[in-house]
């Protein structure tokens, strides 16, 4: 009896030693349970040493995704000080990298709306500058299918008259910037279509100096629709919108507290 | 030591075992309401569907015709039919006369497998739906229901009908080919009792469903319901209403969601700040709230935004 005792407890630390030639340099205890996060810890963030799950990263979304090509999240990472960066990333799902924002003058914060494939744990890394790393996570499920539907773009015929069309405002008083940018953001995995996506986006001031910025993957939605955060009275009067897609194409619009329709 | 006869009790009084046994029956437990001379109705929960109501939640009526009864709409799967079948053999030993399908929702018309041999009449656009969309709703059906869903295939219904005057096995209906709900929506007014078969045009405490919907339509098929002056009107979803004040709480519903929506693309609101907005207390207390709302703001945003948000370049 002790003998088969001792034995499987030797496989057991044999079995956990090979597999922590994978492990990453700090192996956390993922909240989610999801079985991916060390793969995406090493991956998608490099590996980093000085991470942690961290509860003031709020992921707010609903538990499940009623339309799989438009599902929103709000990120908030405003408890967290001096935020570089922001990864947004799905667990689970073909292309796991939705987006990485960068504050620079804005709020660390964004809602935005994404293509989910599969019921998964949605992760948003946030790095500050001193290079310490905080996660925070949230489960959404789904019936799936999201990545690897064709646009809707398509089912008209004049979607190429669409394509970079900005529409969107400020509210200079409660600190936002509403921004929507028509683009089939092809995934690349309907079949026949290849990946044709937005992959820089940026707000700047009327001189150029950057406000916030973004790099966006496939599986952000068709027509990209952002909210970005400011301190209220921080926008100047107008906001100049530029962008860039994968095949070239240049996104160029202007933002101001304008008339709405 | 454990025998097999102490395992066996130790897992008979574990809390789980009743209720697993009790879903492995899968059976539903209808009943008919009578409402009127010659008229049931099959009162659904006024729930989304779930493992534990089987999708169970669609109000069907039946009405007494020449040669048997005429059911409107065959509930969420095959399972369901056949308890409907019955249930109709006991209100009248010759069973399913004639079939209507108000519109091409699963919940409508996936019990149609069972009176297949029967005529199934629908709007056109509805039977277009239900052959362009069926496949799809089945995907997810079988998803949200499991094992309630086994054996159930997707029969679109097989007879076209248009607007008017409509005898169906010997009974006269006016027809309301209407839409908004989804792209055709049919609502019957039986001209014997003055009794509307509204279809998930009317909803009643109960909160409306958005996925196909197109609000200012669905608010002109409201108004002319309430043209048509009903004597008791049968919601798709939630109890019967000898008052009209179920289309009266649809409009209301639909108004004010519509206001809500637009009045948050008009603040710079995204989707899950939407979301997050409390109900007012007369539409909190809909059944399936605040999941339907969550829903439509899904459905109903990114389209009230493009139109609310000024151009940018």
């Not at chain 2, 639909?254 to 710079?268: C, E, P, Q, V």
Request: with cysteine.
């Amino acid at each position: 009896m002790f003998i088969r005792t001792a034995f499987a407890a030797l496989i057991a630390v044999a079995g956990s030693a090979a597999v922590a030639l994978d492990d990453p340099q700090t192996v956390l205890q993922d909240p989610m349970g999801s079985g991916m996060w060390n793969y995406h810890q090493k991956g998608l963030l490099g590996d980093p040493a000085d991470i942690r799950f961290d509860d003031r990263v709020v992921l707010r979304a609903p538990d499940s995704a009623e339309d799989s090509l438009n599902v929103p999240l709000l990120v908030d990472a405003t408890a967290i000080p001096d935020v570089k960066r922001i990864v947004i990333s799905a667990d689970y799902g073909p292309i796991p990298h939705i987006l990485t924002y960068y504050p620079e003058q804005a709020e660390p914060k964004l809602a935005l709306r994404f293509k989910i494939d599969q019921a998964t744990a949605i992760r948003a890394s946030v790095e500050t500058q001193s290079g310490s790393w905080h996660i925070g996570s949230t489960y959404i499920d789904a019936a799936g299918g999201g990545c690897t539907a064709p646009a809707n773009a398509y089912a008209s015929d004049d979607w190429e008259e669409k394509l970079g069309e900005v529409h969107g405002r400020l509210w200079s008083a409660s600190g936002r910037a509403r921004l929507v940018v028509d683009h089939p953001m092809d995934t690349g995995l309907a079949d026949g279509i290849p990946v044709f996506i937005i992959q820089d986006l940026s707000l700047q001031a009327e001189d150029g100096t950057p406000l916030a910025r973004l790099e966006l993957h496939e599986p952000v939605n068709e027509d990209p629709a952002f909210t970005f955060y400011f301190d209220a009275g921080a926008l100047p009067a107008s906001v100049k919108v530029k962008g860039r897609d994968n095949n070239g194409n240049r996104i160029r619009g202007v933002l101001s507290e304008g008339e709405l329709n | 030591m454990l025998t097999r006869r102490t395992t066996l009790g130790l897992l008979a009084s574990l809390p789980l075992a009743p209720r697993a046994f009790a879903q492995a029956r899968l059976s539903y437990d209808l009943t008919a309401k009578p409402l009127a001379d010659g008229i049931w109705m099959v009162e659904g929960a006024t729930e989304y569907f779930s493992m534990e109501n089987g999708g169970a939640i669609v109000n069907v009526t039946l009405m007494k015709g020449d040669s048997g009864l005429i059911l409107f709409d065959t509930g969420s799967s095959r399972r369901y039919g056949e308890a409907l079948a019955s249930l109709a053999r006991s209100l009248d030993i010759r069973g399913i006369s004639a079939v209507v399908n108000t519109h091409h929702h699963p919940d409508h018309f996936f019990g149609n497998q069972v009176f297949a041999d029967r005529p199934i009449h629908a709007l056109g656009g509805t039977r277009q739906a239900a052959l362009d969309e069926g496949e799809a709703f089945a995907d997810n059906m079988y998803r949200l229901l499991g094992d309630w869903m086994r054996g159930t295939e997707v029969v679109p219904p097989s007879d076209v009908i248009a607007g008017g005057d409509l005898t169906l096995d010997g009974r006269d209906f006016l027809a309301l080919p209407l839409g908004g709900h989804t792209g055709a929506d049919l609502a019957l007014m039986d001209r014997r009792t003055g009794t509307l078969v509204a279809g998930d045009l009317v909803f009643y405490n109960r909160a409306p469903t958005t996925p196909s919907a197109d609000i200012p339509r669905w608010q002109q098929a409201l108004e002319a319901l309430q043209a048509e002056k009903p004597a008791l009107v049968i919601p798709g979803h939630g109890p019967a209403d000898p008052t009209g004040d179920s289309i009266i709480q649809t409009r209301d519903y639909l108004g004010w969601l519509d206001g809500t929506l637009r009045a948050g693309a008009r603040s710079g609101l995204d989707m899950v700040e939407l979301m997050e907005t409390p109900l007012p207390d007369r539409f909190a207390g809909m059944g399936a709230q605040p999941q339907e709302y969550q829903r439509s703001v899904a459905h109903l945003f990114p389209g009230v935004e493009r139109e609310e948000l000024p151009r940018g370049n």
